[in-house]
């Protein structure tokens, strides 16, 4: 179960942002100060069960953090390039620890794993590719997109664990057709550093009363050293119906 902090005023969160168009470049300065969007994953205690290897009870805890950032895009013919950046002085992790080199004993003595405060750093780059199928097809009615981004986090302590979110590869191709009725788009999410991957195809079909429906598969493929190993071969498949007043 997460541990949430308490409905205090001093974990409410405030956040300001400044656009401007600098020599053709689209520039957005941010600040955010309160809870972290984004949890620590803290072990807690070991799980034992019998003829299965000693387990580990990992519990997401969330932090008062302090963030600046920054986002650059540009448009240069049928691209849309695009750098973020976000810096916190303040942002807490988790103490790692060397598993190989404990028995199970030595574990459960240093649980619940320490945590505090370091500098960290997180940015993205990536671009927009509105593809120009209508040069070729002039029926084609839709806007075909390809979104490609690659993203990194990292703390200033190298004693922490590594960010959850961390050397991730985004994929995208989108299109709609039928006066942009019928969307399609088919969304990976590749994590280098472990070789895992999500693969996700959606279709949405919007009626001319409003109502629209939905469905979507998850493709999970998750490797043995990745934060999201426990999903592995846990592929499912959701649907939602919505009706527009």
């Known amino acids: 179960t997460p541990k949430a902090l308490s409905p205090d005023i001093a974990h409410s969160g ?4 400044y656009y401007h168009t600098i020599a053709g470049f689209d520039v957005l300065v941010s600040a955010y100060h309160g809870p972290d969007r984004e949890p620590y994953l803290v072990p807690i205690k070991t799980v034992l069960q019998p003829n299965k290897p000693v387990s580990i009870l990992v519990q997401p805890e969330y932090a008062i953090v302090n963030m600046a950032g920054t986002a650059i895009s540009k448009s240069y013919g049928d691209f849309v390039f695009q750098i973020e950046a976000v810096y916190s002085p ?5 103490v790692d620890v060397d598993f190989n080199s404990l028995t199970p004993l030595q574990l459960q003595t240093l649980l619940p794993f320490k945590t505090r405060k370091s500098h960290f750093v997180s940015y993205t780059a990536g671009f927009n590719y509105f ?3 209508r040069r070729y097809f002039k029926e084609h009615e839709g806007q075909a997109i390809f979104t490609c981004e690659w993203s990194q986090s990292h703390f200033f302590d190298n004693e ?3 960010p959850m979110l961390s050397d991730i590869v985004v994929l995208r ?3 709609s057709f039928i006066n942009n009725k019928l969307e399609l788009q088919v969304s990976s999410f590749i994590e280098t550093h472990t070789q895992s991957y ?9 009626f001319d009363c409003g109502l629209s429906a939905e469905i979507s598969y998850i493709y999970l493929h998750m490797t043995d050293d990745s934060y999201f190993a426990s999903y592995n071969n846990n592929d499912c498949v959701t649907g939602r119906v919505s ?3």
């Open 243 to 245: 009706y527009e007043f």
């Open 14 to 17: 405030i956040a300001a942002r």
């Open 90 to 94: 303040d942002k807490t992790g988790v």
């Open 160 to 162: 922490l664990t590594t």
């Open 198 to 206: 999500i693969v996700v195809p959606r279709i949405r079909y919007t």
């Open 173 to 175: 191709l989108q299109d």
């Open 131 to 133: 593809i120009p199928v």
